[in-house]
């Protein structure tokens, strides 16, 4: 200070107060500056966190278990009466287990420190198909048609959240899936509207793809250079006053589409008017959060992936680890409230298997694919220290942590199936030996429309789980309103009692029921919110 000579006279108190105010202290990280200085004031703050495991886990071994035995290893004379496990069913760390109030199977085991904060629901049905069910994932239950242009009035879940809750962040809703990726969509027949719609609700409801550290650390920075440049403010106001004529006509889709963009436009460069270039400089590169999260820098990589021989695809997403630090980083600097992570391999759980590949040539057992290396590394390794960092934060001096503000919900598509019904085959007017043929290259580990998912969070009531599957039936168990079983089915095997029909209140819960719960949980009455047609599952809530 004594070398600025009379510069430094200048410097008044209030000089000094904004510096502080905008870097904090001299012995204060500035990560923690960025946090204090970038959380906007909100009365009434939400987040929601989506962790989607995209190509279908096998529930059976997670959250809605079944108990089996396993016929890779003892045959059965009925083929159709089979069950097929991995190889190590049965021994240590490979069955099914309880610990609370959670019977979980051995894909889950990693996870269950955090059961006491988990409700798990165990009944729930889906399609069947990769992305017609990933759509529902994010738009709920109501009829419609993936190559229609989506309308209005529709939302995906995190639309409809950032709708009630984004207006005061620079990027309210960052995403990690890519809807498109799968490969074996017709990218010409999905232009425009068609498909997952990006652009759905105001402005400040829309998606935003987050993509890498890199990515996204650019886009912050070029929203904090486009917020101060002097000449894109000229080009805004001469905008303004040429094309107001030509705003007027709303109907063409052209001038729509010009329209929606320069909203965007215009959102995205307010929002960088209060962001510190060093600050943003800094995202994404904390060593201590980088330990936390065990990110390696071939985990900030993009993977391609071919589907069938059709060309390959990518999400352009960083693995989800680096995801998840991600999420909580900008949670924490105020800039963003709903995140919807997604593995970053292309159909990652896809493991198709065939009957004859059960066993080797010399009849070896082999048994069905292993799903627990992927579950770990996509799921709980990432999801541990997230929450961790969520529950120890303190939000704003507000006495509430970021875990009180927030709730999860960990999904699929769909599940995969452990048998395979070979009667309409042996009906077939074929030979023995193409009959055979059939039955052996029969895929057992198919996509399946009996799966689960489990919220966490600050609303959720934890320690709790609802539905079961039934050990004869391997379907879904309808649920009573109050979450209990239905008492016209036979809890074990899941078959209707004798002389009984389902009970008139009861049903079994879909993607829209979790979109609906999603926000209930979230203090938004889901009634109206795009077209789900699903109510929330009431006793998910922490009463």
Request: charged share 25%; aromatic share 10%.
């Amino acid at each position: 200070m004594r070398r600025l000579s009379g510069g430094a006279a200048a410097l008044t108190c209030v000089d000094f107060l904004n510096h502080f105010n905008a870097y904090g202290l001299p012995n204060e990280s500035k990560t923690d500056a960025l946090a204090a200085g970038a959380v906007k004031s909100n009365e009434n703050p939400h987040f929601l966190v989506y962790w989607y495991l995209e190509g279908g886990w096998c529930g059976y071994d997670m959250f809605n278990p079944l108990m089996t035995g396993n016929n890779v290893v003892e045959r059965l004379e009925d083929i159709s009466a089979e069950r097929y496990r991995v190889l190590k069913w049965g021994e240590e760390g490979y069955g099914i287990y309880q610990k609370g109030n959670i019977r979980y199977g051995y894909l889950a085991e990693p996870g269950k420190d955090l059961f006491a904060d988990m409700a798990v629901l165990s009944s729930m049905q889906t399609g069947s198909g990769h992305s017609s069910d990933r759509l529902r994932v994010h738009m709920g239950s109501y009829r419609y048609r993936q190559t229609e242009e989506r309308e209005e009035d529709e939302r995906s879940v995190m639309q409809a959240f950032s709708e009630a809750y984004g207006q005061s962040y620079a990027l309210p809703s960052l995403s990690w899936h890519r809807w498109l990726s799968d490969g074996e969509l017709n990218e010409v027949q999905y232009t425009g509207r068609r498909g997952y719609y990006h652009a759905l609700g105001p402005v400040h409801a829309h998606t935003i793809y987050a993509g890498t550290p890199n990515k996204l650390k650019r886009l912050l920075l070029q929203m904090h250079a486009d917020s101060s440049d002097s000449v894109a403010k000229k080009i805004d106001t001469f905008l303004d006053n040429a094309h107001r004529d030509f705003l007027k006509d709303e109907n063409l889709e052209a001038v729509r589409s010009y329209h929606s963009a320069r909203q965007i436009y215009k959102q995205l460069v307010a929002g960088g008017s209060s962001m510190d270039k060093q600050q943003l400089e800094g995202l994404f590169a904390d060593p201590a959060l980088r330990e936390e999260f065990s990110v390696k820098p071939e985990d900030e990589l993009i993977t391609y992936r071919s589907v069938n021989g059709n060309k390959a695809r990518s999400k352009f997403s960083p693995n989800n680890n680096v995801q998840a630090m991600m999420s909580f980083e900008m949670m924490r600097a105020g800039l963003s409230c709903a995140f919807f992570i997604e593995s970053r391999d292309v159909r990652r759980f896809d493991s198709h298997y065939s009957r004859k590949r059960l066993w080797k040539d010399d009849g070896t057992p082999i048994g069905m694919p292993d799903q627990t290396k992927m579950i770990q590394q996509d799921l709980w390794n990432p999801l541990k220290p997230f929450v961790a960092r969520l529950k120890n934060t303190e939000y704003a001096n507000s006495g509430q942590s970021y875990y009180d503000l927030t709730n999860i919900v960990l999904t699929s598509e769909f599940g995969r199936s452990i048998h395979g019904d070979v009667q309409g085959i042996l009906k077939q007017e074929t030979s023995e030996e193409m009959k055979q043929t059939k039955i052996s290259g029969q895929d057992i580990c198919a996509h399946w429309q009996v799966t689960s998912c489990a919220f966490m969070g600050g609303k959720v009531q934890g320690n709790r789980q609802y539905g079961a599957v039934g050990e004869k039936t391997l379907h879904a168990v309808p649920l009573m309103p109050d979450g209990s079983l239905d008492p016209h089915f036979n809890p074990v095997s899941g078959k209707l009692l004798p002389d009984k029909k389902q009970h008139p209140k009861s049903s079994i819960p879909n993607h829209g029921s979790v979109y609906a719960t999603a926000l209930r949980l979230s203090g938004i009455d889901p009634k109206g919110k795009g077209r789900n047609e699903r109510g929330p599952l009431e006793y998910i809530l922490r009463v």
